[in-house]
């Protein structure tokens, strides 16, 4: 079901009306700290999706170890942090007793859940004198950003700890009893300008023309941006920091707010002012997209002769403008030889390489579509296209009886691209036991999730100690206070802000962080460590994690559906975020429509329910999922596709051409949206089945060693 965001303040503006807390306020002071730490409670474990009560057991053993043992302080920690979210709050302060002096490491971080606690309990007398004490001890940690909180120092909160949690709710709170207030609005922009519903925040801050300096317009203009007002994004970026990035993306707000001289001009100033930077090259592609094919073909000439590392991609793109805009077939292929011979192994070379194997086999030439191919896994194995390829040159190899062949081609898009969609098509086509379109619904291997965290690539120590537990929370309140206001940041950067959103639930902004190390442009060294990035084990396992796998996993065994197809399209459809809406009024985690969830209703002999709630969502959305199943024979890739397109849409497509070869019609989904969806949502299966099922990784690793086995023979 079609999906966007709809950007709301109002959930966080909630309670912005309330007091603010003071010191002397000691009622509202312990009520405060309480729900501050409850009010993310978890009855599941963050590092297993399992529940909180299969952990304590081993926790529990492990901090009765001696007391030299790491295990035993950490353990004792993350005890105290459940028991507070259980509000066992006794139980919490038992467990933190002299912590501090065993644990120096996280000893703030020990002596903030002990005031937590204490005000549980209400004994604000001792919390008070515990916050003083992280305040005297600890006046640089984040933890004192609680305490500042807690103590009602609200002023020194902002001053010292300005990109703090803490510091946002005090800014909402300020800015619901003063909207104008410039050095308010100006400090959620610079330091939570991704928070949803801040447009007319932005709007505000715009007209009342305030002295903001070139990065707070830098962060207007970014905010701007990532919420789709390109005409203001402009406007700000030409008040913001000058370097590469504001200037291309000056350029890029005016090319999608449709204004396309003006962009034009605004890429031009970039190659000009910033020749070397890697937006300059990325500015001549976007100019090949706007001028007429003349000026294009000479912006590609340009990338072609100064920036060697694009200079596939521009000849790609000349060759195009040749054949379709200048019908000029032997200018066209002389540009397309040059490709291929001087840049064979680029993603430019692999694309032009699948087009003439994919022409080849319309035209009955399989051998040669098959040799095709062999040249491009040859030449360009990372492509993007070769998984691809490889898998219907798998398919042509077998309908030519060439079952070796065959199933080389299939074995190589599992080895090489094991995260893509076709390397699940052609995991099917050898015969595992991953489902096919025909049976997904019932394969459901055991899963397995893992529990180590490895460390990740930046941040403080405090930082790596606090993620590795689990405490997930503090994590991310400790890395946004040393992040602060940067900007520009590194991969390794990008790449911990999403783990870190995504472990706090944050999974729309915290998966595109992630994705978004494939869309930036970088130097060649970045591109090696973004490489290296990828083999960290959290970067799959936050594009694909497990939230609400308890909810999902019992409603698939009632429904008797995959729970690995079930959560692979409610990643599809909400990124898990259980209030998301659609421009059309979908709902929820997996994206009801009102009307839907009626009829459901009506047919489940439900009366009272909530879409926003996401054990009603799930409940429905399953029932829906395991319905279009039944219309179609339990056929997957048309259930999955109705789910989308609705059952009447789907019904026509198979009525009017029937369904022939399933990859055929899959590729030939009139709705493109549909066409999408459908390899996506397998696409999401397949990596929850490869990710954390050990018979599927098993296989995967066999197949991976026999190759290395083959490659070191030779």
Do not use: C
């Not at 000349?318 to 490709?339: G, V």
Request: aromatic residues 8%; charged residues 20%; proline residues 5%.
């Amino acid at each position: 079901m079609r999906w966007s965001i709809v950007l709301m303040l109002s959930a966080t503006l909630a309670g912005a009306s309330a007091p603010l807390i003071t010191a002397s306020s000691e009622s509202e002071l312990a009520l405060n700290a309480s729900l501050a730490n409850n009010r993310d409670n978890k009855s599941f474990d963050p590092l297993t999706y399992s529940p909180i009560d299969q952990r304590l057991a081993k926790l529990e053993t492990q901090a009765q170890q001696p007391s030299a043992n790491i295990d035993r302080v950490r353990a004792k920690l993350v005890l105290a942090d459940i028991y507070l979210n259980s509000r066992k709050s006794r139980e919490a302060i038992a467990a933190l007793d002299k912590l501090e002096a065993e644990y120096p490491a996280l000893a703030d971080y020990v002596l903030l859940k002990r005031a937590q606690a204490q005000t549980q309990v209400r004994d604000i007398q001792g919390a008070t004198k515990t916050w003083q004490s992280i305040l005297t001890n600890y006046p640089n940690s984040a933890a004192a950003a609680e305490a500042m909180f807690a103590l009602g120092q609200n002023q020194q909160l902002l001053d010292k700890f300005p990109a703090h949690p803490r510091s946002q709710e005090v800014v909402l709170r300020l800015l619901a009893q003063a909207p104008n207030r410039v050095d308010l609005m100006a400090h959620l922009v610079t330091y939570f300008g991704e928070i949803k519903g801040i447009v007319p925040t932005l709007d505000r801050i715009v007209a009342s023309s305030p002295s903001l300096t070139s990065d707070q317009w830098w962060a207007v203009a970014e905010a701007y941006y990532s919420n789709f007002e390109f005409g203001k994004a402009a406007n700000a970026y030409t008040r913001a920091t000058v370097n590469p990035i504001t200037a291309y993306k000056y350029g890029r707000s005016l090319q999608r707010g449709k204004q396309n001289e003006a962009a034009i001009a605004a890429y031009n100033r970039v190659i000009q002012q910033f020749p070397q930077s890697p937006q300059a090259p990325r500015a001549l592609i976007r100019i090949t997209q706007l001028e007429s094919p003349e000026v294009a073909i000479a912006a590609a000439d340009r990338l072609i002769a100064n920036y060697p590392d694009t200079a596939g991609e521009a000849l790609l793109i000349k060759a195009t403008l040749l054949q379709d805009k200048l019908n000029s077939p032997k200018a066209a292929s002389d540009a397309r030889k040059l490709l291929l011979e001087r840049y064979g192994i680029t993603e430019s070379a692999g694309q032009l390489r699948w087009r003439i194997a994919q022409g080849q086999a319309r035209g009955g030439q399989l051998s040669n579509a098959i040799a095709t191919v062999d040249t491009l896994i040859a030449n360009s194995p990372n492509s993007e296209t070769a998984a691809e390829a490889s898998f219907w040159a798998g398919k042509w190899a077998s309908q030519s009886g060439d079952k070796a062949k065959s199933k080389k081609f299939f074995e190589f898009a599992i080895r090489q691209h094991p995260e893509s969609y076709y390397a699940w098509r052609s995991a099917g086509s050898l015969g595992w036991q991953v489902g096919t379109f025909t049976n997904a619904r019932y394969t459901a291997p055991a899963i397995s999730i893992p529990s180590a965290r490895t460390p990740l690539p930046a941040g403080s120590a405090k930082l790596q100690e606090l993620y590795v537990l689990g405490l997930d929370r503090d994590a991310r309140s400790q890395w946004q206070t040393e992040l602060g206001a940067k900007r520009n940041l590194e991969p390794k950067e990008i790449f911990t802000d999403g783990v870190l959103r995504v472990a706090v639930q944050d999974n729309l902004v915290g998966i595109k962080t992630i994705e978004s190390l494939d869309l930036i442009d970088v130097s060649n060294a970045q591109k090696a460590e973004i490489a290296k990035i990828k083999q960290h084990p959290a970067y799959m396992q936050s594009l694909y994690p497990f939230h609400y796998w308890d909810i999902i996993s019992n409603w698939s065994k009632e429904r008797n559906l995959s729970p690995a197809l079930v959560i692979a399209l409610m990643r599809q459809e909400s990124r898990f975020e259980p209030q998301i809406r659609s421009r059309s009024g979908a709902i929820g985690l997996m994206q009801i429509m009102p009307d839907t969830g009626s009829w459901i209703a009506d047919k489940k002999g439900v009366n009272n329910y909530n879409l926003d709630n996401p054990a009603d969502n799930i409940s429905f959305g399953t029932w829906y999922l395991a319905y279009t199943h039944s219309r179609y024979g339990d056929n997957s890739m048309l259930a999955v596709a109705s789910y989308n397109a609705g059952p009447g849409a789907v019904g026509r497509w198979v009525e009017g051409r029937n369904i022939g070869d399933p990859d055929e019609f899959v590729n030939n989904i009139p709705y493109e949206e549909t066409r999408d969806y459908v390899s996506k949502v397998l696409g999401n299966y397949w990596n929850y089945l490869r990710l954390y099922s050990p018979s599927v990784q098993q296989q995967i690793a066999s197949l991976q060693q026999a190759n290395n086995i083959n490659a070191s023979a030779k």
